[in-house]
């Protein structure tokens, strides 16, 4: 069943699925969330290191000038973490995901050099976004989320695209009943935001 409050995943998901419920949409945030993340994390590995995990000789030879613990592993750690309290199962799959996004962010980042690793970054970044922005403006007609709620909208998405997924390949819900309680609320969302925007036109 759903969990109160912050951790209250269907809550959160129809909070997202109301900004995206036209599947070009979907499928354009499909493809372009994860990457923004990664790219994100590359980002970060140029952040002051927390931890030289060199010292601590838990790592093969050819990781630890590569992998330390910095402000990228905090973000990683983070979103999976939650993701996790959102729901066991969908939650670990998504937490082993932004794990092998920090860790391959950090190979990347490493033979990149910051000098490179920037405009690689603002390439991606300014690519996926401005896909995220057309599938808004020309298939869902409503603006983002992030412009109503900008950390539900940042900390959601990757997850939010991940369960849609595992819901269209393999008929995935949390518990059972989830995704009919979630597609009400969302419907209910959508009803009410286009009322709101009647009686502003009218």
């Known amino acids: 069943m759903g969990k ?9 998901f129809a909070f997202y699925g109301a900004y995206h419920s036209n599947p070009i949409n979907i499928l354009i945030h499909t493809l372009f969330v994860w990457p923004i993340f990664f790219t994100g994390l590359v980002l970060f590995y140029f952040t002051p290191t927390i931890y030289d995990l060199s010292q601590a ?9 590569v992998l ?23 939650g670990s799959l998504a937490a082993l ?5 920090w860790v391959g962010a950090s190979f990347l ?5 910051y000098s490179l690793a920037w405009k690689v ?10 896909g995220q922005f057309v599938g808004h403006g020309v298939f869902e007609k409503r603006a983002p989320a992030l412009l109503d709620n900008l950390v539900q909208a940042f900390v959601m998405a990757p997850f939010f695209v991940l369960l849609e997924a595992l819901q269209s390949l393999f008929g995935y819900e949390p518990y059972p009943g989830f995704h009919a ?22």
């Open 97 to 101: 995901l932004c794990l092998a996004c």
């Open 181 to 202: 309680r979630v597609k009400a609320k969302i419907k209910a969302e959508i009803k009410e935001w286009q009322d709101n925007k009647q009686k502003k036109n009218s």
């Open 57 to 65: 000789g838990i790592l093969p030879s050819g990781f630890n000038p």
């Open 109 to 113: 980042a490493a033979k990149l050099g």
């Open 121 to 130: 970054v603002l390439a991606a970044q300014l690519f996926c976004w401005t």
């Open 4 to 12: 109160p409050g912050l951790f209250d995943l269907e809550n959160h």
């Open 68 to 90: 330390v613990f910095n402000f990228g592993f905090l973000f990683a750690l983070f979103y999976g973490l939650f993701y996790v309290i959102l729901d066991k199962r969908a």
